[in-house]
C-alpha cells in the first residue's frame, strides 16, 4: 500500500490518509480553534515564515498551518474545501 501526500510547500508534505479538508484562516472560527491549539502544542506550523493562507487539520487533532494557496492544495491533492464539497458532492 502507497502512501500518498501532497506536496505543502517548502519542502513539506501532508499524508492524505490524515486530511480531509482545506480551511481558510481568515474565518474567526478557525482562528479561535488554531489559538487553542497552539496553547495545547497540537500546530505544525509549515509557512516558513510566511503569511498563513491555509489550515489543515488533521484527523489526529493536530493542525497544519501552510503558506500555500488553498486553490494550489487542492491541485496538488489534497481534497476540496468543506463548503465546496457541500455544493458540488461529485467534486470529490
Known amino acids: 500500500m502507497a502512501i500518498k501526500l501532497a506536496h505543502a510547500g517548502f519542502g513539506s508534505f501532508i499524508s492524505l ?3 480531509h479538508r482545506v480551511l481558510s484562516p481568515q474565518s474567526a472560527k478557525v482562528q479561535k480553534l488554531v489559538r487553542e491549539q ?3 502544542g497540537a500546530v505544525i506550523d509549515l509557512t516558513n515564515g510566511r503569511r498563513t493562507t ?3 487539520p488533521l484527523d489526529t ?3 497544519v498551518l501552510v503558506s500555500a494557496q488553498p486553490k494550489k492544495l487542492r491541485a496538488r491533492g489534497l481534497l476540496v474545501d468543506l ?3 457541500q455544493r458540488s458532492p461529485s467534486a470529490r
Open 38 to 40: 497552539k496553547a495545547n
Open 17 to 19: 490518509e490524515h486530511t
Open 83 to 85: 463548503a465546496d464539497f
Open 61 to 63: 487533532g493536530q493542525l
Open 54 to 56: 491555509a489550515v489543515v
